[in-house]
Every structure is written in C-alpha cells, then in structure tokens.
C-alpha cells in the first residue's frame, strides 16, 4: 500500500507527476522512486500521523547527463503539524547513501520532524525546494510548475 504521503491533498500525486514530467523533459534519470514509512526512533512519536497511521517518505534517486548521483527526500506532513522543504542532495565521496539516509531519516524523527543539521556534513550539493503554496485553482498550476522549475534546477 501506498503510505499517507501520496494520500493527503493530493500533495504526493502531484509530486510523482512532477518527477516523471522533469525525467521526460531533460537529461535527467529517474532510477528509483521509493515510499516507505519513518522509521521508529524510541521516545519520538513523529514517525506516526496518528495512533493508526504511519508518516511516510518519498525518496528518488536521479542520475544526471554526467553520470552523478542526486536524491530527492520528501516527508509526509499532510497532518500540518510541521511544515518541511524538499531535500534534493549528492552525497561527498565515501559516503555510503543508504546509511546515511537512514540517519537522516531517523534524525529528522527525533529533531521533530526538522531537517538535522549534520546533513551539510555527509550531503554536497545540497538544496531545500519550498512547497508551492495552496491557493485558487489557476494560480496553484502556476505555482506547481515554478515548484517543478526549482526542483529541476536544484537537481543540476
């Protein structure tokens, strides 16, 4: 089953659309896309939306022209308890991206659901893609293609 992330305003359809519309338009790959739920981190309960459901991630992992790695991460925020920016990020040589996701991801829960800090550490390049703000029908297309401008931009 697909986590709350792509349920919630409709936020995480649009997202993967954006992501297949971005590798349709440019040299971009798109090498896989995952949606999974935050991991468990003791004492936290911010891997949960509620009692019943869990918070979720989207990740995707891209592959540029040159042949470099980049990662998108997203985390479900549809309950609006926080708000949270897009991550798009490389990772520096000898970093090993599947730990250092899980990291990120369980620091994330335990700092409340904040991006940590130590992500400028292990993470080059790395960028925060503000989400489009919600409003009237007309604007909000306006306002998710200049979101897709910027992730695209961000991912180099």
């Not at 925020?77 to 708000?83: E, I, L, Q």
Request: proline share 5%; aromatic share 6%.
């Amino acid at each position: 089953r697909l986590c709350a992330l792509l349920q919630g305003a409709g936020r995480g359809e649009i997202q993967v659309a954006i992501l297949e519309q971005i590798t349709q338009e440019s040299g971009v790959a798109l090498v896989a896309l995952e949606v999974r739920p935050l991991p468990p981190v003791p004492r936290c309960s911010y891997h949960m939306i509620d009692h019943e459901k869990s918070r979720c991630y989207l990740l995707a992992r891209f592959k540029l022209q040159n042949g470099d790695q980049r990662y998108l991460l997203e985390i479900d925020t549809s309950d609006n308890r926080k708000t949270m920016s897009t991550r798009i990020m490389g990772f520096k040589a000898g970093v090993e991206a599947g730990k250092c996701i899980d990291r990120i991801l369980r620091e994330t829960v335990k700092g409340s659901l904040r991006w940590p800090g130590t992500m400028a550490k292990y993470c080059e390049p790395l960028h925060s893609v503000h989400h489009p703000k919600e409003s009237s029908p007309g604007a909000n297309h306006a306002r998710v293609f200049d979101w897709k401008q910027r992730i695209r931009a961000a991912l180099g």
